[in-house]
């Protein structure tokens, strides 16, 4: 049987190294961290003052869904934080 032909591959070379891109730090989204910070500790506040005051306050008539409130904030404050660049 015949041999079959080796094909040699050309030899890797990297292309040439471009400069570093230099990163644009006003994208104009200044308002996310903040405002996802805010979410953060708004929620936790709430959760916090729901235990503390053992269900008299932030909302008295909400019951345990100031559990669900809290979290709710929480979850936004996620939710904001994909926008951050």
């Known amino acids: 049987m015949p041999k079959s032909r080796i094909r040699k591959k050309d030899d890797f ?5 471009k400069q570093a ?5 006003n994208s104009g989204r200044r308002w996310v961290a903040p405002l996802m910070l805010a979410m953060f500790l708004i ?8 235990y503390v005051t053992t269900g008299d ?6 019951g345990n869904w100031n559990i669900v409130v809290g979290f ?12 951050w660049k």
Do not use: C, Y
């Not at 070379?13 to 190294?17: D, H, L, M, S, V």
């Open 13 to 17: 070379t990297p292309p040439p190294a």
């Open 21 to 25: 891109a230099s990163i644009n730090l």
């Open 43 to 50: 929620g936790l506040a709430w959760i916090v003052i729901f």
């Open 57 to 62: 306050m932030p909302v008295k008539s909400l």
């Open 72 to 83: 709710g904030f929480i979850a936004a404050g996620f939710v904001v934080s994909t926008q």
